[in-house]
T-cell receptor, first 111, second 114 residues
Framework: GENVEQHPSTLSVQEGDSAVIKCTYSDSASNYFPWYKQELGKGPQLIIDIRSNVGEKKDQRIAVTLNKTAKHFSLHITETQPEDSAVYFCAAEASYDKVIFGPGTSLSVIP | EPEVTQTPSHQVTQMGQEVILRCVPISNHLYFYWYRQILGQKVEFLVSFYNNEISEKSEIFDDQFSVERPDGSNFTLKIRSTKLEDSAMYFC????????????FGEGSRLTVL
């Protein structure tokens, strides 16, 4: 079955700097790659997603890139703000009804 | 804004007891899920449910677990005989579209097994 790896597990950046989180997946049939943000005491919330027919997608300060050949995808957050501090999960879904999450990255943005 | 609601927010139970966690998915959603998160660890897929049937389940979802949609609004997860290692946060999620649709998560039910 699908396995998603993610690194780093923790990331600390100064406010205004960029943050990059990288993920790899194992199932070449995976075609959908969402990113979720989890704030303390809450459930994960989708922040951006990308499908396999697209190499890059951007939404304001957040961008995702996908390399299907290498089976890896990345999240880029620019101009980080303290409210970006949270746990971020990458995930992958193949052609069946199962979204598999990576282990998470705890991002701290230092004011 | 519509949201997924879960009850109870926290349940404490003795090992061996049965537990039912309840979820009310977003009303026009057709696909339902349970995930669990052991403290500080990854969000693990348990089961997906569509059209009153299990679509997919993980190896964690053994015979001790069951899911049900007893009426038009609730979606439940039952653990028949809880073990210490079942202690975790359980998240319910739903989505309108199956494959590649956005998952909407509830705030979770924390289960503590003593």
């Amino acid at each position: 079955g699908e396995n998603v790896e993610q690194h780093p597990s923790t990331l600390s950046v100064q406010e205004g700097d960029s943050a990059v989180i990288k993920c790899t997946y194992s199932d070449s049939a995976s075609n959908y790659f969402p990113w979720y943000k989890q704030e303390l005491g809450k459930g994960p919330q989708l922040i951006i997603d990308i499908r396999s027919n697209v190499g890059e997608k951007k939404d304001q300060r957040i961008a995702v890139t996908l390399n299907k050949t290498a089976k890896h995808f990345s999240l880029h957050i620019t101009e980080t703000q303290p409210e970006d501090s949270a746990v971020y999960f990458c995930a992958a879904e193949a052609s069946y009804d199962k979204v598999i999450f990576g282990p998470g990255t705890s991002l701290s943005v230092i004011p | 804004e519509p949201e997924v609601t879960q009850t109870p927010s926290h349940q404490v139970t003795q090992m061996g007891q049965e537990v039912i966690l309840r979820c009310v998915p977003i009303s026009n959603h057709l696909y339902f899920y349970w995930y669990r998160q052991i403290l500080g660890q990854k969000v693990e897929f348990l089961v997906s449910f569509y059209n009153n049937e299990i679509s997919e389940k993980s190896e964690i979802f053994d015979d001790q677990f069951s899911v049900e949609r007893p009426d038009g609004s609730n979606f439940t997860l039952k653990i028949r005989s809880t073990k210490l290692e079942d202690s975790a946060m359980y998240f319910c999620a739903s989505r309108r579209q199956g494959y590649t649709g956005e998952l909407f998560f509830g705030e979770g039910s924390r289960l503590t097994v003593l």
